[in-house]
């Protein structure tokens, strides 16, 4: 959503602000702004509807003064225009705010300010707190009271960075609720704030996550961070150990395909010191259940959103099979909607690379609030939001900063410490013997070089794609563990390439799906030579007698299939269990290879956003 950068120190602000903004235009934005103050209390706003290059040709002369703040928008209230980007400033122009969330209150807050005479001019939500800021400040407190009650009476999830004029060397964070980040990063005589890590990465390390109530006032100097009460809290800055250089797309065209090809190295990362054959154990340092803990488990929920879910899918059969637990799985944001019935013998495991994905934070704390139940998250970055919520108990995915908008590494990375985590509860409950944990294990172990190989073959998904881009409607189908895969190939798809795809189990297809296979209509068939292998092959001899076109991923040496199909994917042979980690990079390369035929924007797909913080 929303991308926030601030900054205070003694290089001038306008740069800097410009450089992170480009580096969060991954989050996905449609306008952004600028807002900087000069040492004479002069404040200079650039802002622009369309991208940030219109935004950067519009200001003629960089703005002079070394504190500011920064945005890209991505519109939930309000047109895209000029006017409704940010930053937002009160009637006096006395305070500049950036936001990321959204005021669910805003028309009445609108109408509290009009009946004291303040009139807003844009027609965004965000608008009424610059306005509040003011208004308060105007009837007597200081802006640090000010901004403490403008927080209070917005209701929501909102991060705000705000600037004022009566305080020219300080920055003012605050954050409410889940949705919106916000990261402070500790400079020498200079701090940065940003909505995401990337933005801070090239200029620190060290960083504090601001949690949900929290308050921080921040100078070149450091910061001081008050909580809801406003009692003071410690600052307790954490050093991450993210390579700023991992944050560039090097050699890669798109950050996407990058991401596509590091897999080998984020799959051994993740499970890198975690899976041991001798003996056969796993180890999770973040998870604080001992055996005892985990052997009084009844049942496991996995939850997700998007790629999380269908990652989340496929966990359940890991937890049925490998931990030897009942198991499902759900939609975090219909999980919360449809009021559950748990208890404190279900293990809540949460899937969220940004861990700030607002659906899944929400159904995290509906757990946390109502069950007490004992949660997990699977993450990828460090110190995030739903590590707060489970009070640090993560399996972190080690794959750095994912910055294509359509999660690749982070979805395998995924599989990977959810099988991990399997493996481990199996092994507590006695599910899984000596023999049968060390061929478990063994198989995860080989998965790095199983990817390495499926990407070795990726000019021949060129290729494909350069056939049947102009596709307008595709269908993805398999059986079992397969089955997500089928979906998440089909959400890739529509996600980068916008061609219009579903994913079904193919068992499904007679029922209803088959009335729309044509030759126009590619139908992607996960069909290795698994348990069920036969049916698979059944239900792509319908699609065939239909004239449908067939792109077989199947296991290699299948020459029967290969012969069959248009275009054929060799999997190198693996255990059923880690085979999804095999059809995922299928999937991901069909999506990424047909999006760049039809020359789509892969690394930010229209409409979509990075981090997911609205509901
Ligand atoms: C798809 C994709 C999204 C995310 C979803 C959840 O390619 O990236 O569907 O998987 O928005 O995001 P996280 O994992 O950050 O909670």
Same mark, same amino acid.
């Given at each position: 959503?929303?991308?926030?950068?601030?900054?205070?120190?003694?290089?001038?602000?306008?740069?800097?602000?410009?450089?992170?903004?480009?580096?969060?235009?991954?989050?996905?934005?449609?306008?952004?702004?600028?807002?900087?103050?000069?040492?004479?209390?002069?404040?200079?706003?650039?802002?622009?509807?369309?991208?940030?290059?219109?935004?950067?040709?519009?200001?003629?002369?960089?703005?002079?003064?070394?504190?500011?703040?920064?945005?890209?928008?991505?519109?939930?209230?309000?047109?895209?225009?000029?006017?409704?980007?940010?930053?937002?400033?009160?009637?006096?122009?006395?305070?500049?705010?950036?936001?990321?969330?959204?005021?669910?209150?805003?028309?009445?807050?609108?109408?509290?300010?009009?009946?004291?005479?303040?009139?807003?001019?844009?027609?965004?939500?965000?608008?009424?707190?610059?306005?509040?800021?003011?208004?308060?400040?105007?009837?007597?407190?200081?802006?640090?009271?000010?901004?403490?009650?403008?927080?209070?009476?917005?209701?929501?999830?909102?991060?705000?960075?705000?600037?004022?004029?009566?305080?020219?060397?300080?920055?003012?964070?605050?954050?409410?609720?889940?949705?919106?980040?916000?990261?402070?990063?500790?400079?020498?005589?200079?701090?940065?704030?940003?909505?995401?890590?990337?933005?801070?990465?090239?200029?620190?390390?060290?960083?504090?996550?601001?949690?949900?109530?929290?308050?921080?006032?921040?100078?070149?100097?450091?910061?001081?961070?008050?909580?809801?009460?406003?009692?003071?809290?410690?600052?307790?800055?954490?050093?991450?150990?993210?390579?700023?250089?991992?944050?560039?797309?090097?050699?890669?065209?798109?950050?996407?395909?990058?991401?596509?090809?590091?897999?080998?190295?984020?799959?051994?990362?993740?499970?890198?010191?975690?899976?041991?054959?001798?003996?056969?154990?796993?180890?999770?340092?973040?998870?604080?259940?001992?055996?005892?803990?985990?052997?009084?488990?009844?049942?496991?929920?996995?939850?997700?959103?998007?790629?999380?879910?269908?990652?989340?899918?496929?966990?359940?059969?890991?937890?049925?099979?490998?931990?030897?637990?009942?198991?499902?799985?759900?939609?975090?944001?219909?999980?919360?909607?449809?009021?559950?019935?748990?208890?404190?013998?279900?293990?809540?495991?949460?899937?969220?690379?940004?861990?700030?994905?607002?659906?899944?934070?929400?159904?995290?704390?509906?757990?946390?609030?109502?069950?007490?139940?004992?949660?997990?998250?699977?993450?990828?970055?460090?110190?995030?939001?739903?590590?707060?919520?489970?009070?640090?108990?993560?399996?972190?995915?080690?794959?750095?900063?994912?910055?294509?908008?359509?999660?690749?590494?982070?979805?395998?990375?995924?599989?990977?410490?959810?099988?991990?985590?399997?493996?481990?509860?199996?092994?507590?409950?006695?599910?899984?013997?000596?023999?049968?944990?060390?061929?478990?294990?063994?198989?995860?172990?080989?998965?790095?070089?199983?990817?390495?190989?499926?990407?070795?073959?990726?000019?021949?998904?060129?290729?494909?794609?350069?056939?049947?881009?102009?596709?307008?409607?595709? =269908?993805?189908?398999? #059986?079992?563990?397969?089955?997500? +895969? *089928?979906?998440?190939? /089909? %959400?890739?798809? $529509?996600?980068? @390439?916008?061609?219009?795809?579903?994913?079904?189990?193919?068992?499904?297809?007679?029922?209803?799906?088959?009335? =729309?296979?044509?030759? #126009?209509?590619?139908?992607?068939? +996960? *069909?290795?030579?698994? /348990? %069920?292998?036969? $049916?698979?092959? @059944?239900?792509?001899?319908?699609?065939?007698?239909?004239?449908?076109?067939?792109?077989?991923?199947?296991?290699?040496?299948?020459?029967?299939?290969?012969?069959?199909?248009?275009?054929?994917?060799?999997?190198?042979?693996?255990?059923?269990?880690?085979?999804?980690?095999?059809?995922?990079?299928?999937?991901?390369?069909?999506?990424?290879?047909?999006?760049?035929?039809?020359?789509?924007?892969?690394?930010?797909?229209?409409?979509?956003?990075?981090?997911?913080?609205?509901?």
């Amino acid at each position: 959503m929303c991308g926030i950068i601030g900054y205070v120190g003694s290089q001038a602000a306008g740069p800097i602000l410009l450089e992170g903004l480009h580096r969060l235009e991954y989050r996905g934005y449609d306008s952004s702004g600028i807002a900087v103050l000069n040492h004479a209390g002069v404040l200079a706003i650039h802002k622009r509807a369309g991208k940030l290059a219109d935004l950067t040709a519009s200001i003629e002369e960089s703005p002079d003064g070394c504190i500011g703040l920064g945005h890209t928008r991505w519109a939930t209230h309000g047109a895209v225009t000029d006017r409704n980007a940010h930053p937002h400033t009160s009637s006096a122009s006395d305070v500049v705010v950036v936001h990321n969330g959204i005021v669910e209150n805003f028309r009445e807050l609108r109408s509290r300010l009009q009946r004291s005479g303040i009139e807003t001019v844009t027609q965004t939500d965000t608008e009424v707190i610059p306005q509040l800021i003011s208004l308060y400040q105007q009837e007597g407190g200081d802006f640090l009271t000010a901004l403490r009650r403008t927080m209070a009476v917005l209701h929501g999830g909102n991060a705000i960075v705000a600037l004022t004029q009566a305080r020219p060397d300080h920055l003012y964070v605050a954050r409410n609720g889940h949705a919106g980040g916000v990261v402070l990063g500790f400079g020498e005589g200079e701090m940065f704030v940003a909505s995401d890590l990337p933005a801070l990465l090239p200029h620190t390390t060290r960083i504090r996550h601001l949690a949900d109530g929290e308050i921080a006032a921040v100078t070149a100097e450091g910061a001081r961070i008050w909580d809801r009460s406003g009692a003071t809290v410690p600052l307790e800055p954490l050093q991450v150990d993210l390579d700023p250089v991992a944050a560039m797309k090097g050699q890669y065209r798109h950050f996407m395909l990058k991401e596509i090809m590091e897999q080998p190295r984020t799959l051994s990362d993740t499970i890198r010191g975690r899976a041991r054959i001798d003996p056969p154990s796993v180890e999770l340092a973040d998870l604080p259940m001992d055996d005892e803990a985990l052997r009084a488990l009844r049942r496991v929920l996995i939850v997700g959103m998007g790629s999380s879910l269908h990652a989340a899918m496929i966990g359940r059969t890991y937890m049925e099979r490998l931990a030897g637990i009942p198991a499902d799985f759900d939609n975090a944001s219909e999980f919360r909607s449809r009021e559950p019935l748990l208890g404190p013998e279900t293990l809540v495991v949460s899937i969220s690379q940004s861990g700030e994905t607002v659906d899944t934070l929400a159904a995290m704390q509906h757990v946390a609030e109502i069950w007490k139940a004992p949660q997990v998250t699977v993450c990828n970055v460090e110190g995030a939001q739903s590590t707060r919520i489970t009070d640090g108990a993560a399996i972190y995915l080690r794959c750095g900063p994912e910055v294509g908008v359509a999660s690749t590494k982070c979805f395998t990375a995924s599989l990977a410490a959810l099988y991990l985590l399997a493996c481990r509860i199996g092994i507590a409950r006695g599910h899984l013997d000596g023999p049968t944990a060390e061929h478990a294990i063994e198989c995860l172990l080989a998965t790095p070089s199983i990817v390495d190989r499926m990407l070795e073959q990726r000019e021949a998904y060129e290729a494909l794609a350069a056939r049947f881009a102009e596709a307008e409607h595709m =269908l993805y189908i398999a #059986r079992g563990i397969q089955y997500p +895969i *089928a979906m998440e190939g /089909a %959400l890739k798809c $529509k996600e980068i @390439s916008y061609i219009h795809a579903e994913g079904y189990p193919a068992g499904e297809l007679k029922h209803g799906p088959i009335a =729309l296979i044509d030759r #126009r209509v590619p139908v992607v068939a +996960i *069909a290795l030579r698994d /348990a %069920l292998y036969e $049916k698979l092959v @059944s239900n792509i001899q319908q699609v065939q007698a239909r004239g449908g076109t067939v792109f077989a991923i199947g296991s290699e040496g299948d020459e029967q299939l290969a012969a069959g199909a248009a275009f054929f994917a060799p999997v190198p042979e693996s255990d059923p269990l880690v085979a999804p980690l095999a059809t995922a990079i299928s999937a991901q390369l069909i999506a990424y290879y047909l999006a760049l035929a039809r020359g789509a924007d892969i690394d930010q797909p229209r409409h979509l956003a990075k981090t997911v913080t609205v509901e």
